[in-house]
């Protein structure tokens, strides 16, 4: 699975999945761009950082302008992300506008400025969600920025294909990150529900996900193209599916 010596843009990387992406694409032989609001917690990795706010007026084009002084980019992963456990009933005007605005329009602005920048075989990874392909209840809001992830991702491969640029996305269960900790350890029923919902009757790790998105990223996967591969311990095998 080498990469070495490619350009690996991963967004969302101080911390959780894209943190450990960093690390298992470093390990691989990735020169790795780090993108987050903070990139404090990873000051000890051999990357180079930026410090943006992915959701901000001018942040998508920052990245791009960093990522374009490292040469042709051969991965982006479009990690970064916020939770947002309400129902729709209970999600106020600036809740909904500031998860679309993270997790589908900063990845639409992103995605999209990087193009000129993608080398020859590059690959896009996607980070979605069991949420977003299968309903659940409450996380409306989120669920549905998931969904256009996955949506994403298949549109893309109509439109990049030819170019020879691969798309694809990883839609992970339930993780232990900062994302679900505080939830895992102060509310038994969640935690109960989280682990009775999954085959495997465990909580996955991040970098049970970052190997996936690794193997997508690199010319191991050079005819996969167009799937959100579940790592989810069964989570939506386990589920009707429409
Ligand atoms: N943890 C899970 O169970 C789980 C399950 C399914 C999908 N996911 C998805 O995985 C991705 C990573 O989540 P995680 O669990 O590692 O969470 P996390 O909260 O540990 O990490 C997310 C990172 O994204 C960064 N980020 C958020 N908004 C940003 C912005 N506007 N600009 C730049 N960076 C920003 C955060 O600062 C943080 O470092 C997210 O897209 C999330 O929706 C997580």
């Not at 032989?29 to 000051?43: F, H, M, P, R």
């Not at 992830?149 to 030819?162: F, K």
């Amino acid at each position: 699975m080498s990469l070495q010596g490619k350009v690996a843009v991963v967004t969302g990387a101080n911390r959780g999945i894209g943190r450990a992406t960093a690390e298992r694409l470093i390990a691989e032989g990735a020169q790795v761009l780090a993108v987050d609001l903070s990139v404090e917690e990873i000051g000890h990795l051999p990357l180079h950082r930026l410090a943006v706010d992915l959701a901000s007026h001018d942040g998508p084009a920052r990245v791009a302008s960093e990522a374009r002084r490292l040469g042709p980019v051969h991965c982006l992963v479009n990690n970064a992300g916020i939770g947002a456990a309400k129902s729709l009933a209970d999600s106020d005007d600036e809740l909904i506008d500031r998860v679309i605005g993270t997790n589908l329009r900063a990845v639409l602005r992103l995605t999209r400025d990087m193009l000129p920048l993608l080398g020859p075989d590059a690959s896009i990874v996607n980070v979605s969600s069991v949420f977003g392909e299968t309903g659940y209840p409450t996380s409306t809001a989120y669920a549905v920025t998931k969904a256009g992830i996955s949506q994403m991702t298949r549109q893309l491969v109509a439109d990049l294909s030819a170019g020879g640029v691969r798309v694809n996305a990883v839609a992970p269960g339930v993780i232990r990150t900062a994302m679900t900790e505080a939830r895992l350890n102060g509310d038994e029923a969640y935690r109960k529900a989280m682990i009775g919902g999954t085959p495997l009757a465990r909580i996955g790790t991040a970098a049970q996900v970052a190997s996936v998105i690794a193997f997508l990223c690199s010319d191991d996967a050079a005819f996969v193209n167009g799937q959100v591969i579940a790592v989810d311990g069964g989570w939506l095998a386990s589920r009707t599916r429409p």
